[in-house]
Nanobody, 124 residues
Framework: QVQLVESGGGLVQAGGSLRLSCAAS????????MGWFRQAPGKEREFVAA????????SYANSVKGRFTISRDNAKKTVYLQMNSLKPEDTAVYYC?????????????????WGQGTQVTVSS
């Protein structure tokens, strides 16, 4: 069982940066691949980024590639999403998710555990 708590969301101007954190409970955090998803009002939840259990493999949505960076610290049981050059279209609730697979899934159905989400609002 894994419980996830996101933090770091807020209001930022376009072009600014935010770093989201996702703290996990449970002793086997290092065995889980982790992902970030987001959901804007009236839209479906979409994949943002994912990282393997070791941190050696990552995947990004095309819309954030080159601007966002996912990383993890297994000792701290935390995964991060550094978001730079933010755009108004990045506005959404951002969710952290965990999956007990060696792969780096990009579809939400592959994830077993979800956090409650943190709001990111980018003003123009």
């Amino acid at each position: 069982q894994v419980q996830l708590v996101e933090s770091g969301g807020g209001l930022v101007q376009a072009g600014g940066s935010l770093r989201l954190s996702c703290a996990a409970s449970g002793r086997t955090f290092s065995r889980y691949a982790m992902g970030w998803f987001r959901q804007a009002p009236g839209k479906e939840r979409e994949f943002v980024a994912a990282i393997s259990w070791s941190g050696g493999s990552t995947s990004y949505a095309n819309s954030v590639k080159g601007r966002f960076t996912i990383s993890r610290d297994n000792a701290k049981k935390t995964v991060y999403l550094q978001m730079n050059s933010l755009k108004p279209e990045d506005t959404a609730v951002y969710y952290c998710a965990a999956t007990d697979t060696v792969l780096v899934p990009t579809t939400s159905s592959r994830y077993n555990y979800w956090g409650q989400g943190t709001q990111v609002t980018v003003s123009s």
